[in-house]
């Protein structure tokens, strides 16, 4: 199984200041035939489902704020909110989906400092 | 718009079966995988089972392999999962969700959820 992990758990940024979560796989998700990385990122807010925000490690879902992006490849990925706002304080989760069982990290808490 | 209502869930006994439903909407249920996938407090978030490629092919984690079934009836755009033999470790909130096409492919969107909790 592919083990994800994230850094920090939590994390408490400024309003307008930068946030960046880490997540790491335990085997590379780069699948080598097409080049690509299958990793998503998920933001979850309270009470609330998941939510999708990045695919394919940097791809944004469609409505998604440009404040948010995705990098990395390989095992090492990250997701940056580039000017925190209110309304992101939720719960982050990167998940990989190249193999079964598809594993998700143990998530990251944002607030506001 | 894409909607997915999740039902079923409730209190059972250890042993005891529920067989969750999802009523999809909005879209070409014949062209998307559909998973479903649990969250506890404890453990996070679980990939439990999906089934993909017009209902053929069936993927289960290994917590759950030999006591859940999920199924799809296209006719009623609707996928169920049956879970038998329940244990106090699948208490969760299941959700539904809709993969973007087979079963390498990311969740969205993911429905409100559904609760089981299995006590005595």
């Known amino acids: 199984d592919i083990v994800m992990t994230q850094s920090p758990d939590s994390l408490a940024v400024s309003l307008g200041e930068r946030a960046t979560i880490n997540c790491k796989s335990s085997?590379?998700?780069?699948?080598?035939?097409?080049?690509?990385?299958?990793l998503a990122w998920y933001q979850q807010k309270s009470g609330q489902p998941p939510k999708l925000l990045i695919y394919?490690?940097?791809t944004r879902e469609s409505g998604v704020p440009d404040r948010f992006s995705g990098s990395g490849s390989g095992t090492d990925f990250t997701l940056t909110i580039s000017s925190l706002q209110a309304e992101d304080v939720a719960v982050y989760y990167c998940?990989?989906?190249?193999?079964?069982?598809?594993?998700f990290g143990p998530g990251t808490k944002v607030d506001i400092k | 718009e894409v909607q997915l209502l999740a039902s079923g869930g409730g209190l059972v006994q250890p042993g005891g079966s529920l067989r969750l439903s999802c009523a999809a909407s909005?879209?070409?249920?014949?062209?998307?995988?559909m998973s479903w996938v649990r969250q506890t407090p404890g453990k996070g978030l679980e990939w439990v089972s999906s089934?993909?490629?017009?209902?053929?092919?069936?993927f289960y984690a290994d917590s759950v392999k030999g006591r859940f079934t999920i199924s799809g009836d296209n006719s009623k755009n609707t996928v169920y999962l049956q879970m038998n033999s329940l244990r106090a470790e699948d208490t969760a909130l299941y959700y539904c969700?809709?993969?973007?096409?087979?079963?390498?492919?990311?969740?969205?969107?993911w429905g409100q959820g559904t609760l089981v909790i299995v006590s005595s």
């Open positions: 998940q990989q989906y190249l193999t079964t069982p598809l594993t």
């Open positions: 969700v809709r993969s973007a096409g087979g079963i390498n492919t990311w969740f969205d969107p």
């Open positions: 089934i993909v490629g017009g209902r053929s092919t069936i």
């Open positions: 085997q590379t998700v780069l699948y080598s035939s097409n080049n690509k990385n299958y």
């Open positions: 394919w490690a940097s």
């Open positions: 909005g879209f070409m249920f014949d062209n998307y995988a």
